[in-house]
Nanobody
Framework: QVQLVESGGGLVQAGGSLTLSCAASGRTFNSLDWGWFRQAPGKEREFVAAILWDGETTDYAGSVKGRFTISRDNAKNTGSLQMNSLKPEDTAVYYC?????????????????????WGQGTQVTVSS
């Protein structure tokens, strides 16, 4: 099993920056895709960004493209989401997630049910 622990959330003003981190432990190895999702009150969990096992292939939601950067360090079993130019509409609980690789296709999965492991979530609040 894989356990994911998030950190780095907090309160910032619009235009500010935060970096979220996710540490993996347990039976980890370089066969996981990483994703970040967020969920605001009263809304469904939505895709934010993902990075594949190769550490190169990435995808971003249109609402965060150009402002957020996803990365991973397989040697340290960590992932991160750098968030710049934050907006009030970015306010949500952010979750890191990992998916077991079933095939080496290069496909990026962007729905929550496609992921196997989840962090506990960290609150990001952006004030206007």
């Amino acid at each position: 099993q894989v356990q994911l622990v998030e950190s780095g959330g907090g309160l910032v003003q619009a235009g500010g920056s935060l970096t979220l981190s996710c540490a993996a432990s347990g039976r980890t190895f370089n066969s996981l895709d990483w994703g970040w999702f967020r969920q605001a009150p009263g809304k469904e969990r939505e895709f934010v960004a993902a990075i594949l096992w190769d550490g190169e292939t990435t995808d971003y939601a249109g609402s965060v493209k150009g402002r957020f950067t996803i990365s991973r360090d397989n040697a340290k079993n960590t992932g991160s989401l750098q968030m710049n130019s934050l907006k009030p509409e970015d306010t949500a609980v952010y979750y890191c997630a990992a998916r077991k690789i079933r095939s080496i296709s290069g496909r990026i999965y962007s729905t929550p049910k496609d992921y196997d492991y989840w962090g506990q979530g960290t609150q990001v609040t952006v004030s206007s």
